[in-house]
């Protein structure tokens, strides 16, 4: 079982930080862009570092990203996308269970992903579905959970998820077919999907899921922490 150890962090889990993107909408290396005073990346390792064991780097630039202090492995297949670092990263992890985010994601909550990682003996993916702050959506009747659309159509959140070490058979073969949606591969495994009316006690606004991809993405990100900083002073 997952268990809580006398240090805090969640025992036999370990974090996966996805960031072997080519960061095209940004324009450059979005995990490496200043975000309140350090970069990106290393807001979203010292969150994860808070509940796992162990974090490792998934990323094709060893050099770059080694003085983050966490080891760096490349992916097994290049040019597959997240899903195929998430499968290099599976196959590198010490425990039984990853929690796989993408480097992007500045307002990681830690509360939330211990209650994620909890519920990771229960199955084979542990995954969130919530409407995205960082992304405009068109209002109405929530899109229909089939996993032949792609994620964001459905509101899943594959890179803020826990994986088991038994997804890299399906994943792998999803990989070389070349079909690599994120979430083509769950019809094969055990799914548990954590809705959103279970993340509103911990995160009520989904800040959680927040990705940075665009310029503008980063502008609004930055405005929520100048915002916070001004109500923690009274102004």
């Known amino acids: ?28 290396d979005k ?16 969150r994860v570092q808070q509940v796992c064991a162990e974090v490792i780097v998934v990323a094709n630039d060893v050099e770059t990203y ?3 202090g ?3 492995i490349r992916d097994v297949y290049p040019d597959r996308g997240s899903l195929g670092g998430v499968f290099s990263g599976l196959r590198a992890i010490r425990y039984d269970y990853a929690l796989a985010v993408a480097c992007d994601m500045p ?9 994620l990682i909890a519920l990771a003996p229960t199955a084979d993916v542990i995954m969130p579905r919530a409407a995205d702050p960082s992304r405009s959506r068109s209002g109405g009747v929530k899109p229909r959970l089939q996993y032949d659309l792609r994620a964001k159509e459905i509101d899943l959140h594959p890179t803020h998820a826990i994986y088991s070490q038994r ?26 999907i954590v809705e959103a ?7 009520p606004q989904h ?12 502008a609004l990100a930055q405005s929520f922490v100048k915002r916070d900083q001004k109500l923690e002073i009274g102004e």
Do not use: Q, W
């Not at 969640?10 to 450059?28: E, F, H, K, Y």
């Not at 009316?197 to 995160?203: L, T």
């Open 70 to 72: 966490a080891p760096v």
């Open 197 to 203: 009316r279970e993340i509103d006690p911990f995160d």
């Open 31 to 46: 995990a490496l862009l200043d975000f309140d005073g350090a970069p990106l990346i290393a807001h979203v390792i010292a």
């Open 107 to 115: 307002f990681l909550n830690p509360t939330l992903l211990r209650y």
């Open 66 to 68: 080694a003085r983050f």
């Open 207 to 218: 800040l959680s899921f927040f990705n940075v991809n665009t310029p503008e993405n980063l």
């Open 167 to 192: 997804c890299i058979a399906p994943i792998e073969e999803r990989v070389r077919s070349g079909d690599l949606r994120l979430i083509g591969f769950l019809d094969a495994v055990k799914v548990r």
């Open 1 to 28: 079982m997952v268990g809580l150890s006398d240090d805090g962090t969640l025992t036999r889990v370990s974090a996966l930080v996805l960031a072997g993107g080519r960061s095209r909408r940004m324009g450059r």
